[in-house]
């Protein structure tokens, strides 16, 4: 267990997370067919060319998951109870194949549970960006934590 119990996740504490990702062709495509999306944007060099963006984008869903994943070993790895929500989700700059994603997180807010008293609320905020410092991905995540254990 490496997460961060609720009382550790005060407002304002702002994470590094050490484990940064390259994105691949195969992270993509394998995201996009699971999850039965058809978009050429995605999976047609070809098409893709045609566009604005001169090649495929990474499948925006998969962007978000890693995003998520690469904030579990130092925040949630182990002391949370359920994420309860996504919110404001945004994607500033595109993502591409062989692109380098690392993320920080802000503590937004953190709150006491009303009705768990071994848990509280805490509102994440994840910022991601590439090896060019681009932002790339931005969300707030909303879970439900562990309190430390007595």
Known sequence: MSGLWFEDLTEGLVVQHATRRTVTETDN????????????????????????????????????ALVVGLSVPELTLGTIVAQLGLDDVVFPAPV??????????????ARA????????????????????????????????MHRRPS
């Open 29 to 64: 495509v394998l995201f996009t067919t699971m999850t039965m999306n058809p978009a050429p944007l995605h999976l047609d060099h070809a098409y893709a060319a045609t566009t604005e963006f001169g090649r495929p984008l990474v499948n925006s869903m998969f962007t978000l």
């Open 96 to 109: 591409f194949h062989g692109d380098t994603v690392r993320v920080e997180t802000e503590v937004s807010s």
């Open 113 to 144: 549970s009303g009705s768990r008293p071994d848990a509280g609320i805490v509102v994440f905020e994840h910022r991601a960006h590439n090896q060019h410092n681009d932002l790339v991905c931005r969300c707030r995540r909303t879970g439900l």
